[in-house]
């Protein structure tokens, strides 16, 4: 299945390499849209000293995390998003369910989008800005929970893109409020989280766990203390997190599958 | 004029046909006001500024680019570039009006309905739950006034980088960094009243302040009397120069139209 799933997406990247100037474009664009986002963070730090005790590299730190973890997932798994709601109302589906493969398998091969990796670059670009500023004291420890954290993240996100589609299953529509929680998501998690009241942290810890991205495994490895009193040890429940939230997904994706019903003519 | 009213009029009911599509984006507006809200909260605390910009301006601000982005503030419309690449604009230019004037009938009804359904909505989550200010009635009144000729070089400016398809066929790459550029210089990320001075002078130069920036302070207050006046007068400067512009592209466009598809 990974072979196919290789030849698959070898095919998409080929495909999306013919046209090399819209290519490169929207590369760079996706460089800017983001660059802009950080921008905006550097220009705030020219007028405000800090951010509740977080220093821009620190901030840097956390927008970079959830940056890279977020493009990544925008790049693998953008199946789940627009191309799925045409597919739906399309009623092209049918044709999904009518092959020898898990329909999961074949939305997250159907679509593979490399120019987001302009947003990875950008992503990467931070956290060496923020590397080079602070002065972390390095352990195995550390090192291990930032890639927990990236990794998590990842299938957080994934996880988001696929409940987003499968309220296509009733809808046709995605409704744009899964956007709240995807790029709303990143944005929120940009920050501390101790900037937050009680009811978002939660949500974005406990029921949407996007936080798990970056902030438990931030206060690891800044040594800081969350205000709200929150030990930096669960950063280590991140990869536990994620495949609880992962397998909740996939169980919601299979249940919306048995409600499908087609459209089209 | 009659036609151009009854474009608008059917924009604005087509906009109201999809209810459930508005709840959820003002769901989704309402939150990143939200995310703002707490991101000036913690920067105020720990001291800083820009003066004359308190937090409750700063917050209130924020509210109001959140409520602009459905009547045009944060993103391009995507539509005359598609009629472009589907070969249907060529009905559209076909018929007897000016092709101008339908597309901002168009856009103007819609955001219309957008102003009074979805941008007011999410200003009224920001004033009761966070404490976004309540502008005077005069302030109300301006507030119209610049908003309108907000939208007017909103759809000027997209219009001029939709109509950029009639020579490239893949117009979303310049779509993407025209868009960059208007969400950065308008205003609409953060005050330009933050902005280190060089960045100032070059977004007083552009077109984009009038499209959020100025609807945004004059809704604040902070934009009164000879200012106001001096604002207005920019704004409408940028319409008739957007619209001289887009007038002049079309008819650039119309000598060597291509039409894709069959």
């Known amino acids: ?29 996706h460089m800017l849209w983001t660059g802009i986002e950080f921008a905006t963070v550097a220009i705030l730090f020219t007028r405000f000293p800090s951010l509740l005790g977080w220093t821009i590299a620190e901030v840097a730190l956390l927008y970079g995390m959830t940056s890279v973890a977020f ?3 925008e790049m693998v798994g953008r199946g789940f998003d627009a191309p799925f709601e045409t597919m739906m109302a399309q009623g092209a589906f049918d044709g999904v369910l009518s092959r020898p493969l898990p329909s999961f398998f074949q939305i997250l091969a159907s679509e593979f989008q490399l120019r ?9 670009a931070v956290l060496g800005y923020a590397f080079s500023r602070l002065s ?83 206060l690891v490895v800044l040594e800081r203390t969350d205000p709200y009193g929150l030990p930096p040890a669960v950063a280590w429940a991140a990869p536990l997190v994620a495949a609880v939230f992962f397998g909740v997904a996939l169980r919601v994706w299979h249940f919306g599958t048995t409600k499908y019903q087609s459209t089209g003519s | 004029m009659r036609l151009y009213y009854e474009i ?4 604005f009911r087509r906009a109201a046909a999809y209810r459930s599509a508005y709840l959820f984006g003002l769901l989704t507006n309402a939150f990143f006001g939200a995310l703002i809200t707490y991101m000036w909260r913690a920067l105020y605390a720990s001291g800083g500024g820009v003066a004359g910009w308190t937090v409750e301006d700063a917050v209130s601000y924020a509210w109001t680019t959140q409520s602009l982005i459905s009547i045009g503030g944060g993103w391009l419309g995507y539509e005359i570039m598609g009629t472009i690449k589907t070969g249907e604009v060529v009905t559209d230019l076909s018929r007897p009006w000016n092709f101008w004037g339908y597309w901002l009938s ?33 302030d109300a009144l301006a507030f119209l006034v610049a908003m309108t000729l907000a939208a007017v070089v909103s759809f000027g ?19 993407g960094f025209a868009n960059i550029l208007m969400m950065f210089f308008s205003g609409f990320l953060l005050p330009l009243a933050f902005f280190p001075p060089a960045l100032q002078a070059v977004a007083s130069v552009l077109p984009f302040q009038a499209i959020t920036s100025i609807p945004a302070q004059v809704w604040l207050g902070k934009v009164e009397g000879d200012a106001l006046v001096r604002a207005l007068a920019l ?3 940028w319409v008739v120069t957007l619209a001289a512009v887009g007038l002049v592209v079309l008819r650039q466009a119309m000598r060597k139209v291509v039409i894709q598809g069959g």
């Open chain 1, 136 to 218: 972390i004291d390095w352990s195995l420890a550390k090192v291990a929970v930032l890639v927990l954290a990236l990794g998590s993240g990842m299938v957080i996100y994934l996880g988001l893109f696929v409940i987003g589609a499968t309220i296509c299953f009733w809808t046709i529509k995605t409704p744009e409020v899964i956007n709240a929680f995807t790029f709303g998501g990143n944005q929120l998690v940009s920050y501390p989280l101790g900037i937050y009241n009680r009811a978002l942290r939660t949500v974005f810890l406990w029921i949407v766990p996007v936080a798990f991205v970056n902030y438990p495994a931030a």
């Open chain 2, 106 to 138: 168009r856009t103007l009804g819609e955001r219309l309905y957008n102003l009074l359904m979805r941008a007011s909505l999410t200003y009224v989550v920001g004033m009761v739950l966070f404490g976004a200010r309540i502008p005077t009635p005069g």
């Open chain 1, 71 to 73: 493009s990544i997932v």
């Open chain 1, 1 to 29: 299945m990974l072979r196919l799933y290789f030849r698959l997406i070898g095919a998409r990247i080929r495909g999306q390499m013919q046209y090399k100037v819209s290519f490169f474009t929207e590369l760079v664009v």
């Open chain 2, 157 to 175: 400016f997209s219009f001029i980088v939709n109509l950029t398809s009639f020579w490239l066929v893949d117009a979303s790459g310049i779509m």
């Open chain 2, 8 to 11: 608008a009029r059917r924009s």
């Open chain 2, 235 to 237: 704004q409408v400067f």
């Open chain 1, 116 to 124: 987001r990796l302009g947003r990875t670059a950008q992503g990467i």
